[in-house]
């Protein structure tokens, strides 16, 4: 134990761990409080949503681990201690434990403390998956102090650290490139299954949805490979022992690619629990999810009077549901007969809560174009429906598409009007 | 001349000059966008910034030479590489990449030192990578060219690199 306090006292991988947490803590903090992230969901809404979004942290985390551990890997051979060291009758490994477990402890203690911060603010819903998706990410800064603390003694050059935490920092952009990133400059450079490899994944930040089981173990398997690998590859002196050191991580790749699953739905799952539907016993049904039930009395009575006003269409919804889609799937909204959904922004915040939920469902498009024209088509709808005399509410400056909609809505027969004015309503980003 | 030489081996510039080169081959061919251009000029600066102090900071003092004038000059010589290796796309984004940067590692050197010098740079380039949102000051590498807010940031944070380091020189570690 002595040397490892001393490796902790006199070199820098106490200084390492208050990097990783200053940077990674004061990052997400502006992150998480800006103006792109005002969403219902608290980062610490649920124990999974706070392990999610604690991952999501890795982003500045990992290139600086990689770098910072590349700078402290070369330490034997920039003071041209390590002939010496290999005269000293220990084994190699018992050497390293030292160095490499005074980096990890603090790296890993950065990372927990992060955790801590928001596990003190957590509101509710204790579930196990917090635990895995955790210990994913903890396994990852294991993994990438050793990989860059094994590369640093292998090309032990001053520029190596910085040329490390930039290729940390592209790998994972490159990562991110899953065939579905519309307009990434990466799309398409890796496969669903190879890029779950990455430990890094941005999501999902909401708290009625989580990663599924299946991946997170199968990312520890991967990840306890490549901790192997570069642990073996730290202490390796030969060229065989260095070939060697890479069978563990080729082993978990191997195992991870061909089980891990190739299609988001299959990676971000809806959380049973939080996502449930509570309901209103009366007709007609009004219904939140569990996570917000204590915003079911403040829709019940504008939902109630939106369907007297929806009464009007052919078909109309008899009942209001709050949309528990999982995050980034607004695209692919199923719509469920005789029901209207409303978003959890809207829940929360929308000031006209009735007037949201005449208007139809927010839709959120890749294209922004396609975007502001359904929302002038919902516009047009909530005008005609609640009586107003011009489109009352056209965001994103078309208010001329708003202009024509309503022109030629007003064009129609009277007895034709009410179908059109359901089909605006229903404007997705395809029409 | 032959101090000019024996300075440049001293500080490692012939590597450093290949190793820039071959990041800029290496990295023009994924693409032209503006983080693109951050990070390659911030691995150039990072890669150069080694080459701030030599292997013994103390010795090198008690030279008789000039050194306020030596570093300037180092500086603005890195600013210079950084533009001519890096300016695949527009010359605008990587002047104020260049200025901004090596002031930036500048000022890492005078206070961590040769060997941590890379970490200022290369932790802007980070936060300029993942911090959603537009703000001029904070994403000055990324802005379009013509952003006053972006250039002035930039030229500050060259300024404030060049004098710390022209006055201090490279930290004591």
Known sequence: ?431 | MRVLTLYARSRAVPQMVVGVVLVSLGLSLLGTELWLIAMAVGVGVSMASTGLGGQDVELDRTGAVPWPLWRAIHIVAISALMVAAFSWSGLEVTIRAAVGLTGLAAIGTALLGRQLAWLSPVVWVLITVWLPGTNDVVKWLIRPPETTASTVTAVVLGLVGLVCYTLRGPARV
Not at chain 1, 148 to 167: C, D, E, N
């Open chain 1, 1 to 431: 134990m002595r040397p490892l306090r001393i490796e902790l006292r006199r070199s820098a991988a106490t200084w390492v761990g208050l990097l990783l947490l200053l940077v990674s803590l004061g990052m997400f903090y502006i992150t998480v409080n800006g103006p792109w992230w005002k969403t219902s969901y608290g980062w610490h809404a649920s124990w999974t949503t706070l392990s999610l979004w604690v991952r999501s942290a890795l982003q500045m985390m990992l290139p600086l681990a990689l770098g910072l551990g590349a700078w402290q890997g070369r330490r034997d051979r920039r003071a041209t201690m390590d002939e010496l060291l290999a005269t000293m009758p220990t084994p190699a490994w018992r050497r390293a434990l030292w160095p490499a477990g005074a980096m990890l402890i603090t790296a890993v203690g950065a990372y927990v403390l992060f955790f801590v911060v928001g596990a003190i603010q957590v509101r509710s819903y204790f579930q196990l998956t917090w635990l895995l998706v955790t210990v994913v990410g903890v396994l990852a800064i294991v993994a990438f102090v050793l990989l860059g603390m094994a590369i640093g003694r292998l090309l032990p050059a001053l520029v190596t650290a910085p040329v490390l935490a930039i290729l940390g920092l592209l790998g994972l952009l490159v990562m991110q490139g899953t065939p579905d990133q519309t307009g990434y400059i990466f799309r398409g450079a890796v496969s669903w299954a190879i890029s779950l490899l990455s430990p890094y994944f941005d999501g999902p930040h909401d708290a009625v949805s989580q990663i599924s089981t299946n991946v997170s173990i199968l990312q520890t398997v991967w990840l306890l490979g490549l901790i192997a690998t570069a642990f073996l590859l730290f202490i390796a002196v030969t060229p065989k022992a260095r070939a060697l050191a890479l069978i563990p991580a080729v082993v978990g790749a191997a195992i991870a690619v061909p089980l891990l699953p190739n299609d988001k739905a299959s990676v971000i799952v809806p959380d049973q629990e939080t996502s449930a539907l509570v309901c209103t016993a009366d007709l007609p049904r009004v219904c939140v999810t569990h996570i917000h039930e204590e915003y079911l009395p403040r829709l019940v009575g504008p939902a109630r009077e939106a369907l007297t006003v929806l009464a009007k269409l052919p078909n109309a919804p008899t009942s209001v549901e709050e949309k528990a889609t999982p995050w980034s799937y607004h695209q692919t909204l199923t719509r469920k007969p005789g029901v209207t959904l409303v978003d959890d922004n809207n829940l929360i915040f929308a000031g006209n809560l009735r007037d949201k939920i005449v208007a139809g469902e927010d839709v959120v498009c890749d294209d922004l174009n396609a975007m502001f024209d359904a929302d002038a088509a919902h516009a047009v709808a909530t005008a005609w429906l609640i009586g107003a005399p011009v489109p009352v509410d056209t965001y994103g400056g078309t208010p001329r598409k708003a202009r024509e909609l309503w022109a030629s809505l007003q064009s129609l027969p009277a007895s034709a009007q009410p179908a059109r004015v359901a089909e605006l309503r229903d404007t997705t980003c395809a029409s």
